[in-house]
């Protein structure tokens, strides 16, 4: 059993994928809260701190999570959904913290029926989760976009970096690369540290660095500084083009 937040039909807006036509599920729950990202929003009355997609994390929206406890119903109603498409798109399962759920006998099923079918699939992840590819070993097919979280983050180093899943990650998965988010502040400070320090784990992996921003105007506060700071230190810059397109629009 897993719970689904939100699913829909769009363009990936960020990391190595972007621009690719791209169906995405995105679960519910997470190990995390990042209030540090600072997005504000309300929950009875009470203004809370957490990332752009709270709505994901914070259990307080469960209400409005569908359970997904029925792999052959699922996978029926995919179906009909890339029909509709009118072909196999790129499936991204994002959250939240997608890889909650791993180890799950719907989640893996439901998975495991994409690979077969021919799909690619991205877990966009935090990378905290340790994943058993021995005993789950079609998960060496997917993509992982390793969106391993910065002390703007608002977590401790200790809570937000695992050496040990990201390294089971890198060595097993055919494919991954590193995200990460900043803004002004971290790239003045602490970014190009706290960055080596990470990648060091797996120096062979492509690095993305993408502007903090759940709206428009933060993102365009912040992304000239990531700009710069790719130049300097030779990273990939990755914009997000669902916010610079859609701006607060959920669920595109
Ligand atoms: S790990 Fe990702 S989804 Fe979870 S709270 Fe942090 S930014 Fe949000």
Redesign the pocket.
């Given at each position: 059993m897993f719970y689904l937040v939100e699913e829909f039909f769009s363009i990936q807006g960020e990391g190595k994928y972007a621009g690719t036509p791209s169906y995405f599920l995105r679960t519910g729950g997470?190990n995390?809260?990042?209030e540090g990202?600072g997005t504000s929003y309300c929950v009875n009355g009470l203004v809370k701190y957490?990332?752009d997609?709270y709505f994901?994390?914070d259990r307080a929206f469960s209400a409005s999570w569908q359970k997904i406890d029925d792999t052959n119903a699922f996978i029926s109603h995919l179906k009909t959904e890339f029909d509709t498409i009118g072909y196999l798109p790129h499936v991204v399962i994002t959250?939240?913290?997608p890889l909650l759920y791993a180890h799950d006998e719907v989640f893996y099923a439901i998975f495991a029926w994409l690979v077969e079918l021919g799909v690619s699939v991205t877990f966009e992840t935090?990378g905290i989760i340790e994943i058993n590819f021995d005993k789950f070993p079609l998960y060496k097919k997917a993509i992982f976009a390793l969106?391993i979280?910065l002390s703007n983050?608002g977590e401790s180093a200790s809570k937000r970096i695992n050496t040990t899943a990201i390294k089971k990650i890198t060595d097993n998965s055919d494919e991954s690369f590193f995200k990460f988010t900043l803004d002004k502040e971290i790239i003045d400070s602490s970014a190009f540290n706290e960055i080596q320090n990470i990648i060091s784990i797996s120096p062979d992996k492509k690095i993305f660095c993408m502007p903090v921003g759940e709206s428009r105007s933060t993102l365009e506060a912040n992304d000239k500084a990531v700009f710069a700071f790719c130049i300097k230190y030779g990273y990939n810059y990755s914009d997000r083009l669902h916010i610079r397109i859609f701006d607060t629009t959920q669920g595109v």
């Amino acid at each position: 059993m897993f719970y689904l937040v939100e699913e829909f039909f769009s363009i990936q807006g960020e990391g190595k994928y972007a621009g690719t036509p791209s169906y995405f599920l995105r679960t519910g729950g997470c190990n995390l809260s990042c209030e540090g990202f600072g997005t504000s929003y309300c929950v009875n009355g009470l203004v809370k701190y957490g990332c752009d997609t709270y709505f994901a994390v914070d259990r307080a929206f469960s209400a409005s999570w569908q359970k997904i406890d029925d792999t052959n119903a699922f996978i029926s109603h995919l179906k009909t959904e890339f029909d509709t498409i009118g072909y196999l798109p790129h499936v991204v399962i994002t959250g939240g913290e997608p890889l909650l759920y791993a180890h799950d006998e719907v989640f893996y099923a439901i998975f495991a029926w994409l690979v077969e079918l021919g799909v690619s699939v991205t877990f966009e992840t935090n990378g905290i989760i340790e994943i058993n590819f021995d005993k789950f070993p079609l998960y060496k097919k997917a993509i992982f976009a390793l969106s391993i979280k910065l002390s703007n983050s608002g977590e401790s180093a200790s809570k937000r970096i695992n050496t040990t899943a990201i390294k089971k990650i890198t060595d097993n998965s055919d494919e991954s690369f590193f995200k990460f988010t900043l803004d002004k502040e971290i790239i003045d400070s602490s970014a190009f540290n706290e960055i080596q320090n990470i990648i060091s784990i797996s120096p062979d992996k492509k690095i993305f660095c993408m502007p903090v921003g759940e709206s428009r105007s933060t993102l365009e506060a912040n992304d000239k500084a990531v700009f710069a700071f790719c130049i300097k230190y030779g990273y990939n810059y990755s914009d997000r083009l669902h916010i610079r397109i859609f701006d607060t629009t959920q669920g595109v």
